[in-house]
């Protein structure tokens, strides 16, 4: 049986692409023949999703977070972090994770994984 091992990206910080970069590289490395995987995002609004792989592949965090195809049209092409769409409803929040991967509580890890790398 492997070891489910929680990697940890992104977080309220400045520093959450520099996270995001660190923990792909974990995930990269990690020896799968001992070890699975499992990628958590923590969006900088402290929401917990557990990454779907092709997310854990973007260039940086606002590739997936918040999903570009639910924000509305930006004339200068920036990509934005998710707190600067503002206060969304619950539903509209789901909808953005929904395209990235499954939110979980907090709660919840302890049944997801048997270590956490952050």
Known sequence: MKIKVGIFFGGASRVKERSFDVGRTAYN???RSCFEPVPIFVDSLENIILLDWQSV????????CPAQELCPPSPNQFRIY????GNLPQEELDRHFQKMGKTVKAAELPQLINFAFY
Not at 57 to 64: E, V
């Open 29 to 31: 490395y990690l020896n």
């Open 57 to 64: 592949f973007q260039p940086n965090i606002r590739d997936f």
């Open 82 to 85: 998710i707190e600067s769409l």
